[in-house]
């Protein structure tokens, strides 16, 4: 089985409706039908379309999922979801904001039973979601609302805590910076408000924590920008996403004794000692849930939320840049985090 960043390095451009290669075992499924979508309201989708009898989900989202983005993360949660419970799976990636809703329309008309999409098209779920009672919308970091919309949320404090709390106590310039690919999404301001607090907790000598949202969009444009955060004096950067942490991990390794956190996957494993650690989240299990949820017929204004507690947020592999004292006083800090006592 290929890894995320196998994927990345082979994919090129992928094609629309193939499964996520790299990310489960099973054979790609095949592109849903949308031709019937495109020229129906949705209205006349909600009274076509039949009832879900088959256990299918299906992901769509707008970025390309080539550049090792979060929506690849989310997208490859969702199939290995789907492989471990035995649901069929399909997605849509690269659609502009035109093709977003024919797309779900077309997964509607095939019977999809869960369509999944990040936090930026959760508008778009709660415009579709009332006219199709039949089927189940689930929105990553999302705060829809509605009788068949399910959110999967993280505890955003908790994941901005335990970047900020690292970054103060590995920094030794007094600069560390949360690197975001989206400052305009709400998840990320208040990971980044929570990271900021955290740094200047464990270590009041900090001179400036702040945040970057980098223009570029893929892993060269993020590591041109990671250059000009390291010459201006920072030393430790939070990657809020894996895109991120792979620019800067190329930007790191002309630099000493500078650092970067990785987030959503434990990143040790795939680069060198310049990432020190990582901020692990595990969408897959939560995904796992949201599906649990529709085959029991219980969803709806529920929000399943990843934290320290469930286990669906963790601390990932230290790198050999972190000697022992600093991670013993990490994982203590870790331990605040999770019992609400840190801040």
């Known amino acids: 089985m290929l890894n995320r960043r196998q994927f990345v390095k082979i994919a090129g451009a992928g094609v629309l409706g193939l499964g996520l290669v790299g990310c489960g075992n099973n054979a790609a499924q095949e592109a ?26 299906a992901f769509v989202c707008s970025t390309d999922l080539t550049d090792h983005n979060t929506d690849l993360e989310l997208g490859c949660a969702v199939e290995d979801a789907a492989n471990e419970l035995g649901w069929s799976t399909d997605y849509q990636y690269g659609l502009g904001s035109d093709e977003v809703e024919k797309t779900i329309l077309g997964y509607i008309a095939d019977g999809y039973g869960l369509i999944c999409v990040p936090e930026y098209l959760g508008y ?127 930007a790191l390794d002309s630099y000493d004794d500078c650092f970067a956190i990785g987030s959503i996957e434990d990143c040790g494993q795939y680069y060198g000692a310049k990432i020190a650690c990582s901020v692990v989240i595990d969408y897959k299990g939560m995904v796992e849930q949201a599906m649990k949820s529709v085959e029991a017929g219980k969803y709806g204004n529920e929000v399943i939320e990843g934290n320290l507690a469930n286990g669906f947020i963790k601390i990932g592999s230290f790198s050999s840049s972190v000697d022992a004292s600093v991670q013993e006083k990490y994982l203590s800090i870790v331990d605040q985090i999770k019992a609400g006592t840190f801040m």
């Open 32 to 57: 849903p039908n949308i031709e019937a979508a495109e020229t129906s309201s949705t209205t006349e989708a909600a009274t076509t379309a039949p009832e879900p009898t088959e256990r299918k989900v």
């Open 124 to 250: 778009i779920v709660e415009d579709v979601a009332p006219d199709n009672p039949n089927t189940v919308f689930c929105v990553f970091e999302g705060s829809a609302e509605g009788q068949n919309i399910m959110s999967i949320s993280t505890d955003r404090t908790q994941v901005g805590q335990l970047g900020g709390s690292l970054a103060g106590l590995l920094t030794k310039t007094g600069f560390v910076e949360i690197v975001g690919q989206s400052h305009s999404l709400p998840s990320f301001q208040e990971r980044a408000d929570a990271f900021c607090d955290a740094a200047r907790k464990v270590n009041p000598s900090i001179d400036t924590a702040s945040y970057l949202d980098y223009a570029g969009k893929n892993e060269n444009a993020v590591s041109q920008g990671a250059n000009g955060i390291l010459n201006a004096g920072y030393d430790v950067l939070f990657c809020d996403n894996p895109c991120v942490t792979c620019g800067a991990a190329l």
